[in-house]
């Protein structure tokens, strides 16, 4: 079922809900199990921000066949459900939108193999939309940038070097080039002009670092029931986020006796560590981060051409990046 928050934009919400059987008809696996927990995955919650920002943005572009447009953001879901499975496996996390994940069920082996079929998926759709090769390059660049930030990662677990700079290289490859990518090619495809495709780039990276770094922030200060997956899941795989690195940079001799520990942290190290975290000001000087990228995002979508999909835009933004901390 499509997600609640798109009711309030009745236009999108229709093209949306037309949307997941769409999705569900392109998956079409033998091995019926995996095929059934992807299609779960596909139905599960999700809030299908990168189509439904592919749909608004493709609205400052031409009139076109709305399957060119319909392909285009199946494409985006399917590479971002495909990337979600494979991250499941890396950070070895026993929940996705609040049901077991593929990993768990049957093994690691068979979920990456999952992934790899939904990258098959995706490319199927991206020859729906466009057979230009300049377009497909693109999607094959973003494709490169989205796992290299994925396998950067690896450098980064339990480093208590960690800067803000290797962060955001981090969540900009493994977060933000898909929102990018989302921006770009709606705009490509419906043939915008120029400086619709490159604002779109832009606006596309600063809301997909800004809701990453909040995404980051609920898991200091939400609970399991707010955000679907257990709380300070990253900080136990040794994935260390702006809200511990700025707080590992404000008390390090507080911090260092407990991430010396790495994998052995055990739940009241956890809690110590989450506490540390809000009170040294880490987590406060986080937010203050996504303040910053929220009017960066709007003051971009404020260059856009007056219409109801800029209004649209810059409402959606503002209801995603001023989530309750």
């Given amino acids: 079922m499509v997600h609640a928050l798109w009711r309030q934009f009745p236009r999108i919400n229709l093209k949306l809900i037309a949307l997941e059987p769409y999705l569900l008809n392109a998956v079409n696996l033998s091995n019926q199990p995996i095929h059934h927990k992807i299609v779960d995955l596909l139905k599960s919650g999700g809030k299908f921000l990168r189509p439904g920002f592919f749909y608004i943005y493709s609205e400052f572009g031409e009139p076109v066949d709305p399957a060119v447009v319909k392909a285009g953001a199946a494409a985006v879901e399917l590479l971002h459900v495909a990337t979600l499975i494979h991250d499941d496996v890396i950070d070895e996390s026993p929940l996705r939108r609040g049901v077991a994940t593929i990993h768990t069920q049957y093994g690691q082996k068979n979920a990456i193999y999952a992934g790899d079929y939904l990258f098959t998926c995706y490319f199927n759709q991206v020859l729906k939309s466009t057979q230009d090769p300049a377009d497909m390059k693109r999607h094959i660049d973003a494709m490169q940038v989205i796992l290299t930030g994925e396998l950067d990662q690896m450098k980064y677990n339990f480093n208590q070097q960690l800067t803000s700079a290797d962060y955001f290289h981090e969540i900009t490859g493994k977060t933000a080039e898909l929102f990018k990518l989302c921006f770009q090619q709606s705009a490509i495809v419906t043939h915008a002009a120029p400086e619709i495709v490159e604002l779109g780039g832009e606006i596309g990276i600063t809301i997909g670092q800004a809701y990453q770094i909040l995404d980051d922030i609920l898991d200091y200060s939400g609970d399991t029931m707010q955000t679907k997956k257990p709380v300070l899941e990253d900080l136990k795989s040794g994935v260390y986020t ?49 303040d910053e990228l929220t009017d960066k995002a709007l003051g971009l979508i404020a260059k856009l051409p007056e219409q109801k999909s800029k209004q649209d835009l810059e409402k959606l933004t503002r209801m995603l990046l001023t989530r309750k901390q």
């Fill in 242 to 290: 702006l809200p511990l690195i700025f707080a590992n940079q404000l008390v390090p001799d507080s911090l260092k006796p407990l991430l010396d520990k790495k994998d052995q942290l055990t739940d009241t190290d956890i809690q110590a560590i989450k506490t540390i975290v809000i009170q040294s000001g880490g987590l406060k000087k986080a937010i203050e981060v996504a």
